[in-house]
């Protein structure tokens, strides 16, 4: 296990796995019953896959740009 995750050599079937948990997890969404949902957004097959991944990329990219523009992120050598 730990040479898997942990060696490049493995990288390809690494990605390929993560894929395929992503389909996975998407198609047990259309599974799911949704008789009980409170909102429009729940009631759709899918939905809790993109809320999530869009609302990763949103964290990731802001924490980026503050990191970047907002001086949070400095060289190595800053106190040299």
Do not use: T
Not at 14 to 28: D, G, M, P
Not at 44 to 73: D, E, N, R, T
């Amino acid at each position: 296990v730990v040479d898997f995750f942990g060696d490049g050599r493995h990288a390809n079937q690494r990605r390929r796995l993560f894929y395929l948990v992503l389909v996975l997890i998407v198609i047990a969404d259309f599974l799911v019953s949704r008789q009980h949902a409170e909102y429009l957004w729940d009631r759709l097959p899918g939905w809790s896959a993109i809320y999530g991944f869009g609302s990763c990329a949103l964290l990731i990219f802001v924490s980026k740009f503050l990191g970047h523009q907002g001086g949070l992120m400095r060289r190595e050598d800053y106190y040299d």
